[in-house]
């Protein structure tokens, strides 16, 4: 299994549903010494989970041979202190069925009623 932790919640994975991997420069970014310079996206059966960092390629060993068990963000200023390990700024998780966000959503208070008293 793989969790990724968010502010909210954690989500994990089977490695066996894990079709695949991607790794490229994060497009949103335009100054890479203040955003996420890189994106690295998983896409399982289930959901689509897109990491937001710098330093992702370090992560692709351990990817290959499933030997990561937890993802989570970490504050850059931190992992400026070791260069040698990759820093997950943002951890975006869409799953494919989107009543499981539904069952975490804040209840909406009931809309006013359209009749008017008289």
């Known amino acids: 299994m793989i969790q990724f932790v968010g502010k909210r919640m954690t989500w994990c ?28 996206i998983f896409y399982f059966h289930a959901a689509k989970v897109t990491l937001l960092g710098w330093r992702l390629d370090l992560m692709l060993d351990d990817i290959a ?35 499981v966000l539904a069952e975490h959503a804040p209840e909406e208070p009931p809309a006013p009623s359209q009749q008017t008293q008289p």
């Open 13 to 40: 994975f089977d490695w066996l549903v894990l079709n695949y991997a991607v790794l490229k420069a994060n497009p949103d970014c335009h100054d890479p010494k203040i955003e996420p310079a890189q994106e690295l």
């Open 65 to 99: 041979t499933h030997s990561i068990t937890r993802i989570w963000t970490l504050e850059r200023e931190a992992a400026l202190q070791n260069m040698e390990v990759a820093c997950v700024s943002e951890i975006f998780v869409l799953p494919y069925d989107d009543n």
